[in-house]
């Protein structure tokens, strides 16, 4: 995977984390409200649950990058599971 360097502000970065977390609740409504109609539902589902993945570790990425660690990361997505 190529991978990109920039350089953001702090309120940049608070900017991108709440865009990332806003469509993380768009595709997680997505998700929820998914209907197995045929085949290309199928398919859809599998791109929204890619895109899911994928901003889920842009999002990690992102506040880790602002001093987040790892494990309160890991406490905060456990609390939203329960």
Do not use: C, H, P
């Amino acid at each position: 995977m190529d991978k990109m360097t920039i350089e953001v502000s702090r309120q940049e970065a608070q900017l991108l984390t709440a865009g990332v977390s806003l469509l993380l609740q768009m595709v997680t409504e997505d998700i929820g409200n998914w209907k197995n109609k045929n085949d290309e539902s199928m398919d859809k589902l599998f791109i929204m649950m890619e895109m899911y993945a994928g901003a889920g570790e842009v999002w990690a990425k992102l506040q880790e990058a602002q001093g987040t660690s790892r494990e309160e990361i890991a406490q905060y997505l456990s609390e939203q599971e329960n």
